[in-house]
Every structure is written in structure tokens, then in C-alpha cells.
């Protein structure tokens, strides 16, 4: 099939992090990166695809000695390697079948199933994939397919989010039908489609797509449709925060941590799905294997948020809610404006103005209720006031950045004085 210049060039081997000349004649690249290049998507950071015909381990093994790059085996059985360079990965799979129409035709959607040879230049689309793309429709191969990796049925609603593409109407009633196979994938798998979806504003039409066709009960058994409602809530209160207050729209997009990809925004997003009792929803999350530090922050968003509502708190009591949010603000006070947007939606009010005294303090680096500076250390209150090391001593640290907070002292020879009181009294 010929295929315009510019998406020619953008799938062109000089574009790769290693040589054409490694590969075999009978190699090709296919899946995402085909794709992205025939919708004319780039990406900074480069998820090349190949299938080799023979020795495809042997083939990564090679590219990654001599680029002494990194090495995975991701799958022996059926002779998958990854090559990871610093700027790119590039998966090497062994062709499945005896020719190279017969691997596409095993694929899940038909934009998926097209090839590129690296040699020819030539693009392969046996099932119209570029027709798909040019009409921005998923479309399955066959249900088979789909039912040979359930994990399938839910990558529909994550690739249909991220490449702003509707789901064929057969295809989506096929996934209803299988909608119960989901249960034989690993929970991890599972998470890692949802957790594009719950970082992204595009996925929560498809999330609730995916809860309707039966897909998300399995895993978040107690999400209702009041749940789902929430979820399109956080959204509106996410676009809200970050039109009033704009350098917290990036901290919205940020990781939780650099190893664990789920971002504040879905961390709000999240909460919405589990149970909202703190304790039966960190069982929900860790049955779910989501990182300690991603059940932390649900958990903390779930326990806070109905503080975050509470109107003219007292400095000591918004100093001791910033302590307990810590990192969790931001995902907490989106959980909490969500809520009361969905109450206050009927009657059209912003409900924002609640939150403002606490987002400005916190957007504040000097401001001493929500960034404690602190007068003097644990160590100085042992050795000033000659006690053990105890919970004690964090109790006087906590009074003093209070009485900081409030103006009452602002030395730290006064901030002595007043932990000698807690002591004598």
C-alpha cells in the first residue's frame, strides 16, 4: 500500500535508536508506532514494535550488546524481547503463525494490525487498518481475539480515550458479551489501563463506558453510578483549580512518585471508585496490588476531605489539616470541591470560595501555617528542657509552630519558653 511521504519519514529508520541493518529482510515494524505515525502523532520518547520471522530474542540479545543498551526478556514462551535505550524502547516478538499476514490477523484492533516494512518502505494493512484511523473507529479483528487476551476488552476504552476515537458499535457489543473473561486477567493489568484513564480528563466518559459494558465490577465492586457521577465531578473541579490557580494544573498531571504512574488528579479520581470508608478501601486497593504510596494518598484524600469543606477553621486547625495532607493537598482538595460541585451544580453557585484561603496558603511558600518553618529542633528541646526522646517532644514542636502560626512567638529562645510551660504544666 503507498502511504504518504511524511508518514514514510516519520516511521524512517533513521529516526530509531539503532541501525535498519540489524534486522532481518523479512522483519517489520508494527502496532502503535504505525499507527501514531499514520494519525501523525509523535512522542519525545520513541515504543517501537517489531515481529521477526526467527530468533527474535537473538536478534534483541544482538542490538542490545552491541548498543550496550538494556536488556528484558519479556516473555520466553513466546519469544518476546525488549531493548531499552535511553530515549526509546524496541520490542522484538517472534511472528506468530507462518506468515506475516496470518501475526496481524491475530492482533486486537484493526489500526493495530497494520506493518511497516523498514527495507521497502511499503505499509501492509490486510484488514483496512488506515481506513479505521482516517475514520477514528476501534474495531476488532474477531472476538476470538479479543477472548484470547481479555486484557483486550479493556485497552478498547483506554486506546479509544487516548486517540479520541469511538468504539464500532459490533466490537463494543462483543466486549459486552465477553465483559465477564475481564476476571481471568491479573489485577495489575487491569490497573495499569485504568490508571491512564483516571489521569486523563478524555478517559472518564470511557471509564463509565467500561462500568456500564460490565468491565470495572470484577475489580471495583463498589462502584455504583453516584461513583461515576463523582468521577465527572473531579474533572470539573480539576478544569476549575487550574483555570483560577494555573501552576496547579501541572501538579495535578504529576506523578505520585517517579516509580508509580498514577497522578494526583487520578488519585482524586480514584477515590471516587473505591469505598468511601477509609479502611474497606485500602482492602479494595491493595487487592488491586496499587503501590503503598498510591493507597496512602486514597486513603488520606478519603479521611480529609470532609475537613476541607468545613468553612472559617482556626489557624491551629488548618495548621494540623496541612500537616495530615502533606503531599496529598492538591488530590484532596479536588476530591472535596468535586463533592460539593455535584450538590451545588442544581442551584449554580461556586462553591470555590471555600477552598481559597487554603489553596492560597499553601500556593505561599512563606506562609507559616501551611509550610512550617520550624524556631528550633527536637534536639534543642531535649537538650533545653532535658527530657527523653518521646512523642512528646513532637507534640511541643507541633504547639510551637502553632503559637508561630498565630504570632505568639517568633525567637526561638520564645519558642523555648513556651515548650518549658507544656512541661511544667
Not at 552491541?66 to 524496541?90: C, M, N, S
Not at 489485577?187 to 472518564?204: D, N
Not at 480529609?304 to 495548621?319: D, G, H, I, M
Not at 499553601?362 to 512523642?391: F, M, Q, R, T
Request: include cysteine; aromatic fraction near 8%; charged fraction near 20%.
Amino acid at each position: 500500500m503507498t502511504m504518504s511521504n511524511t508518514v514514510i519519514s516519520r516511521l524512517a529508520a533513521e529516526n530509531w535508536p539503532f541501525s535498519r541493518e540489524w534486522l532481518p529482510q523479512e522483519a517489520y515494524m508494527v502496532g502503535g508506532a504505525v499507527r501514531d505515525a499514520i494519525l501523525g502523532r509523535s512522542r519525545e520518547y520513541l515504543d517501537l514494535d517489531f515481529i521477526i520471522p526467527d530468533d527474535a530474542v537473538k536478534v534483541a540479545s544482538a542490538i542490545a550488546h552491541h548498543y550496550q543498551a538494556g536488556f528484558v526478556l519479556l516473555d520466553a514462551e513466546r519469544k518476546i524481547a525488549r531493548v531499552v535505550f535511553p530515549h526509546a524502547t524496541a520490542d522484538f516478538a517472534q511472528q506468530e503463525g507462518d506468515s506475516l499476514i496470518t501475526d496481524l490477523h491475530r492482533r486486537d484492533f484493526t489500526i493495530n494490525a497494520i506493518a511497516y516494512n523498514p527495507h521497502t518502505q511499503e505499509i501492509i494493512d490486510p484488514l483496512q487498518g488506515c481506513a479505521d484511523i482516517e475514520a477514528g473507529i476501534l474495531r476488532m479483528i474477531s472476538p476470538a481475539n479479543l477472548q484470547d487476551d481479555p486484557l483486550r476488552l479493556m485497552r478498547a476504552y483506554r486506546q479509544a480515550a487516548q486517540l479520541g476515537f469511538t468504539i464500532e458499535p459490533a466490537t463494543q457489543a462483543t466486549i459486552r458479551t465477553l465483559a465477564a473473561d475481564i476476571s481471568k486477567v491479573a489485577a495489575e493489568r487491569v490497573r495499569l489501563e485504568i490508571s491512564y484513564l483516571l489521569g486523563s480528563f478524555q478517559g472518564t466518559p470511557w471509564l463509565t463506558a467500561a462500568w456500564e459494558d460490565g468491565l470495572l465490577a470484577t475489580f471495583f465492586t463498589n462502584t455504583t453510578r453516584e461513583s461515576l457521577i463523582k468521577l465527572a465531578a473531579v474533572d470539573k473541579a480539576a478544569t476549575l483549580i487550574s483555570q483560577t490557580w494555573p501552576q496547579l494544573e501541572a501538579e495535578l498531571q504529576q506523578y505520585v512518585r517517579d516509580t508509580v504512574k498514577t497522578t494526583w488528579l487520578g488519585i482524586a479520581k480514584l477515590a471516587c471508585l473505591v469505598h468511601r470508608n477509609p479502611e474497606v478501601a485500602e482492602i479494595e486497593l491493595q487487592e488491586l496490588t496499587y503501590s503503598r504510596a498510591e493507597i496512602r494518598a486514597v486513603i488520606i484524600a478519603l479521611r480529609l476531605f470532609p475537613q476541607f469543606k468545613v468553612v472559617n477553621l482556626s489557624l491551629r486547625e488548618q495548621y494540623f489539616l496541612f500537616q495530615d495532607a502533606g503531599v496529598v493537598f492538591i488530590a484532596t482538595t479536588t476530591l472535596a470541591l468535586a463533592d460539593d460541585m455535584r450538590v451545588e451544580a442544581m442551584s449554580g453557585d461556586n462553591p470555590l470560595w471555600v477552598y481559597a484561603p487554603l489553596i492560597n496558603r499553601y500556593l505561599n511558600p512563606d506562609d507559616l501555617v501551611a509550610h512550617p518553618s520550624p524556631l528550633v529542633s527536637g534536639k534543642e528541646v531535649i537538650i533545653a528542657l532535658n527530657v527523653p526522646a518521646s512523642p512528646l517532644v513532637g507534640k511541643i514542636l507541633s504547639e510551637i509552630a502553632v503559637a508561630q502560626a498565630e504570632g505568639k512567638v517568633s525567637t526561638p529562645e520564645a519558642a523555648i519558653e513556651l515548650a518549658k510551660q507544656f512541661v511544667e504544666g
